[in-house]
């Protein structure tokens, strides 16, 4: 079992520049989640899905768009990066059933420059 | 909206003992917690439920007071290996979505 996994580890873009984030779980779990960390602000959720062919927004949802595939994938896309978007995007899943919890991918840090 | 951890940081020696707190400001279903180390990605540690137990880690124990909206996290006889930012995420309802605090950054000393 990998868990959760994200790809790239690290990317740098231009402003303007466009990209995808990429997560897969090989838990089959039922929700899964996108979050970036600044220093000093925590994790802050920018969407979720709770079940496959559902996605809503979180607390940070401007600048990003994602993608629940199939029940394994879960993308995060940026149309335009910003240097505000500058920051550490983690993906995390959960099986939605009493007493889980979220598990949390490496991450990706992404710097715009 | 996101709940408040006290304190921000704490400096313990190997052996102390650590209370890290988390407050919110709505009812809570259940609180979860997690500890991050520099550079990876938080680790579960902890669930509380309204109503229900306590499931976690063997030596870290939690509180959840149901009226005052309050978990709090008891690190005790601290190691060295319990370094890190510990994070609260609180549910105000099933919903699946975890609002997490701002962190609290522990360090332990020889």
């Known amino acids: 079992n990998a868990g959760v996994t994200q790809t790239p580890k690290f990317q740098v873009l231009k402003t303007g520049q466009s990209m995808t984030l990429q997560c897969a779980q090989d838990?089959?779990?039922?929700?899964m989640y996108w979050y970036r960390q600044d220093p000093g602000m925590g994790l802050r959720l920018i969407y979720y899905s709770a079940s496959e062919g559902t996605t809503d927004k979180g607390e940070v949802p401007n600048g990003y768009n994602v993608s629940r595939l199939n029940k394994r994938e879960f993308s995060l896309r940026l149309e335009s990066a910003a240097p505000s978007q500058t920051s550490v995007y983690f993906c995390a899943s959960r099986s939605g059933g009493a007493y889980d919890t979220q598990y949390f991918g490496p991450g990706t840090r992404l710097t715009v420059l | 909206q996101q709940p408040v951890q006290s304190p921000q940081a704490v400096i313990l020696r190997e052996g102390e003992d650590a209370v890290i707190n988390c407050s919110s400001s709505?009812?809570?279903?259940?609180v979860h917690w997690y500890r991050q180390k520099h550079g990876e990605a938080p680790v579960f540690l902890m669930i509380?439920?309204?109503?229900?137990e306590q499931k976690g880690h063997e030596k870290i124990s939690a509180s959840f007071n149901e009226k005052k909206q309050q978990s709090s996290l008891y690190l005790t006889a601290s190691q060295l290996s319990y370094s890190g930012t510990y994070f609260c995420g609180t549910e105000t309802g099933n919903t699946g979505k975890l609002i997490f605090g701002q962190g609290t950054t522990l360090q332990v000393k020889p």
């Open positions: 509380l439920l309204k109503g229900g």
């Open positions: 838990m089959n779990h039922n929700s």
């Open positions: 709505k009812a809570l279903y259940s």
